[in-house]
């Protein structure tokens, strides 16, 4: 059984940064795609960014140039590293593992509040 643990959100003013991490445990499955989505209070999830297992990335428009993902394909982990913050990029984030078959798993979410 594979479960992702989140772990780095909080509050944070406009113009700060924040660190999150996901880390896969219970399994030693290999994952084609991980990476994070967002979802705003009355917003669809959305995507943040993901990485491939052989380093291919992706930013949606918004949070590209502030926002970097990275990922441990030995651990199983993957990592965002958020700057520039800005109110809009309040939400709760979500981790996402992609298995080779095709399985999505989701962590629990972690909250991200940016406020001054």
């Known amino acids: 059984q594979v479960q992702l643990v989140e772990s780095g959100g909080g509050l944070v003013q406009p113009g700060g940064s924040l660190s999150l991490s996901c880390a896969a445990s219970?399994?030693?499955?290999?994952?084609?795609?991980m990476g994070w989505y967002r979802q705003a209070p009355g917003e669809q999830r959305e995507l943040v960014g993901t990485?491939?297992?052989?380093?291919?990335?992706y930013y949606s428009d918004s949070v590209k140039g502030r926002f970097t993902i990275s990922r441990d394909n030995t651990k199983n982990t993957v990592n965002l590293q958020m700057n520039s913050l800005k109110p809009e990029d309040t939400a709760v984030y979500y981790c996402?593992?992609?298995?080779?078959?095709?399985?999505?798993?989701w962590g629990q979410g972690t909250q991200v509040t940016v406020s001054s």
């Open positions: 996402s593992a992609l298995t080779l078959w095709g399985t999505n798993y």
């Open positions: 219970g399994s030693t499955v290999r994952f084609r795609v």
């Open positions: 990485m491939s297992e052989s380093g291919r990335i």
